[in-house]
């Protein structure tokens, strides 16, 4: 700890009192890595504001003393983009103890979170007014309203809804400078200037510390209907996503599952057992849901896919019977990537195409990096209605214990390649942090990297905001 | 002209041919006037690229002259914000010459749509392959893509659908360092970093050039229904809008219109009669639709309004018989300001504050300022589900000619305070253009405008980027 560092706790420590600053190395140990047990940091302090006024005198003081601060929530991101450096420089902000929801109203459809809040607390919240906040993923009892707005998360329902950019109606920062920008108004229209909501959205912590979120909230799902089909390619899944929504607007998960997939998690998942009779190349998952109680959405969808069987476009289905049998159906595409893990080495990227060429890419791709490295296994599985796969590439049975170290780069620059040739997002919901920060660099374009470096030179000229972070 | 100013054009002439530069007083004289004929400027040439190359090209000369550029649409906007300096120091670009629409699917529900396509042409193109581009507004024959997006414009759609900023699907745009930010790949996720394309919807050109933009489009109506209802207070009018959208997806547009401003309608427009008998003190049009054909839009309409007088939510409504009675009621709505025009001399102001809010705002507003400037007649009609009203004064009848000189700015400044006092926007869909960068820049939170001029200084160091808009 430096002599700097150690004036700024004590600091910290008179306005935020003994909860708001923790100095113990037991109590921060579990905060210094990140979920995927990636990245390992350390940190001489983490400091717990309570209240923005009280974020907003920390990042004050990090300004005085030029003393770079690392924003956490749940520290369940996938790209380490809230684990502090190695050296020690930085010291951790949680957010945790910010962790109030303001108001939550029916009527004007907006809660107004604080950055602490843990998104299954939204979920339970909204629930108790009618409503919902249609956003999830698998850390939901961990993740916190300000990181999955710093992150611009995603999920299994942003098909309808979209990802966290517009599920936001505004937001309170504390910016770089310790001034606080108040943008909870909740104003359906406001053309004053550049939206600095949208331009935190997304960015990481590294232009400021998101503390609380005005956010959508749609009315409470009356019903919904799950099915699993099997398709002969993922160009027959995206001919059936387009043959849904040209039929309806009730259309909220679709998953694609390669027979690979399902066949892992059949091995490895205790329990669970085959939607369909016989072998298929591909599969889908289906949701559908309605808010409206007098819509029989079961009979809708399961009339959709015997229409889409006639069609040739499907070759066979089956609709959940009951909310149990619609469990076991997402468990299964919940537990691909356990299972993968149970087989062995996997390399995972979260990337996305256009919508229209991700059948193609999926096949292609997986063809490229199979011939280049003799072996491995690569597929796409996930949210295809939005153009966004989870392509991962199996070690071979033979390959050594080395060889993540070994392959794991050329692979990854080759998917990330492959993926920048097709016009896609190397990142597609996962954000950039630390680990997708060299591939970023190496492969975005000149102009788009000067422009993000002096934005971030702009409102962060002392570079106190999550350092190492997201900017090339 | 200048010499550096008489450099430049003669490079452009050579790059872009006779029809890109324009030098011809008379040919530029219409654009330098902004369409409220409140601003004029001069400018020694108007530059027309017809391609994203040549807009590179120009705006590279103008960095490297250091001459400034001021990009143009239709030229419809309502806070000049597309008109140049009186100096004659910069050069009018207009983008109207890139009018291709590049590409359109209803598979994809995406359009890829230059600059310079006016709104009309989106629509009927949008039309043709059975899908709808849902945001218009007045100007919608004139008005462009570039122009509505660097606005992120609004109208009379947004309940439903957003303003622009919701329904962009990414953008491509000429930065100030002349590099061409490539943003039209459709990805429907992608986390790479900030995100140029929210900075520069709503940025009024000051930070780059848009030159395409990426557009989502919806399932095209089936079936529309308009209907007229009386109510007793605003209050009454917002629980209207409650009550329906707790009963259905459908309403699409939901405008206020006070009985005064019916009263001038019926005064000053020829053609036009009162919806419902009696007189009412407040009136709203409500319009729903639905893009599935098997619905009986007319008859929910009718049903839920029924139910609503019943609850004592309306005093009276009627439901448009036919098309012809729909325009009927919407031509009284959109000939508001008409009327207040030929009545005499009248303030407005585009204004927002939260939804739930704004029903007392406009009661007590308008007590408050006619109070305080014996005389003058203040309401607020228009947009209530958005919390977006125009809320206008009126010049009393024995006011003189020089009311508007003697009183215009004390009138603003007292809304613009009440507003602000409010927790709402001073610009709700206008932008600040020239016309409200006093304004702005006396009421915006000093953290904010440090944010606005370093991100402006950080991306156009040369100030070279319609100089003298929305950055106060």
């Given at each position: ?16 009192g003994p909860k708001g600053v923790m100095t113990d190395a037991n109590e921060i140990e579990p905060w210094l890595t990140d979920w995927r047990g990636r990245a390992h940091g350390t940190a001489p302090a983490m400091l717990a504001p309570a209240s923005t006024e009280e974020v907003a005198f920390v990042v004050g003081l990090a300004a005085e003393h030029g003393v ?292 193609r890419f999926i096949v292609e791709a997986a063809a490229t990096v199979e011939a280049a490295f003799p072996g491995v296994v690569a597929s796409g599985f996930g949210h295809l209605g939005d153009g966004n796969i989870h392509f991962h590439v199996r070690a071979g049975s033979h390959a050594g214990l080395d060889w993540y170290e070994r392959e794991g780069a050329a ?62």
């Amino acid at each position: 700890m430096t002599d700097v560092q150690a004036q700024l706790i004590e600091q910290a420590r008179q306005k935020l009192g003994p909860k708001g600053v923790m100095t113990d190395a037991n109590e921060i140990e579990p905060w210094l890595t990140d979920w995927r047990g990636r990245a390992h940091g350390t940190a001489p302090a983490m400091l717990a504001p309570a209240s923005t006024e009280e974020v907003a005198f920390v990042v004050g003081l990090a300004a005085e003393h030029g003393v770079p601060l690392v924003p956490q929530g749940g520290n369940t991101g996938m790209s380490a983009g809230a684990t502090p450096p190695a050296d020690g420089s930085a010291l951790l902000l949680s957010m945790r103890r910010m962790n109030r929801i303001r108001s939550i109203s029916a009527g004007d459809r907006l809660a107004v979170a604080e950055a602490g809040v843990v998104l299954a607390a939204l979920h339970d919240a909204a629930h108790e007014v009618g409503m919902r906040f249609p956003l999830t993923l698998g850390s939901r009892g961990s993740c916190t309203i300000g990181g999955l707005t710093s992150t611009n998360a995603g999920g299994t329902q942003v098909l309808k809804f979209g990802t966290m950019r517009a599920l936001v109606a505004g937001l309170e920062a504390v910016l770089p400078d310790g001034s606080v920008h108040h943008g909870l108004s909740g104003l359906k229209k406001d053309n004053r200037g550049y939206s600095l909501d949208q331009l935190l959205i997304g960015a990481e912590g590294t232009l400021g510390v998101i503390t609380a979120v005005a956010l959508k909230l749609v009315p409470a799902v009356a019903a919904r209907a799950v099915a699993w089909a099997a398709v002969e390619t993922p160009q027959r899944a995206l001919d059936l996503l387009r043959f849904l929504e040209a039929r309806t607007g009730s259309i909220e998960g679709f998953e694609l599952v390669p027979g690979d997939s399902l066949a892992l998690v059949l091995k490895h998942i205790p329990g669970t057992r085959s939607p369909l009779a016989g072998s298929h190349p591909w599969h889908v998952l289906v949701e559908a849901t309605t808010s409206d109680g007098t819509i029989e959405i079961g009979a809708e969808l399961e009339r959709l896919l015997a229409s889409a069987l006639e069609d040739g476009i499907i070759v066979d289905a089956v609709l959940a019977a009951s909310e149990t049998h619609a469990e076991a159906l997402w468990k299964i595409r919940d537990s691909i990537s356990e299972a993968e893990r149970t087989e062995g080495q996997t390399l995972a990227h979260d990337i996305s195409v256009a919508v229209t060429d991700m059948p193609r890419f999926i096949v292609e791709a997986a063809a490229t990096v199979e011939a280049a490295f003799p072996g491995v296994v690569a597929s796409g599985f996930g949210h295809l209605g939005d153009g966004n796969i989870h392509f991962h590439v199996r070690a071979g049975s033979h390959a050594g214990l080395d060889w993540y170290e070994r392959e794991g780069a050329a692979i990854t620059r080759m998917v990330d390649d492959l993926v920048t040739e097709a016009g896609g997002s190397i990142s597609a919901e996962h954000g950039i942090g630390q680990l997708k920060r060299d591939e970023f660099a190496r492969l975005a374009p000149p102009g788009r990297v000067h422009a993000l470096r002096a934005i971030k030179q702009a409102l962060d000229p002392l570079g106190i905001m999550n350092p190492g972070k997201l900017v090339p």
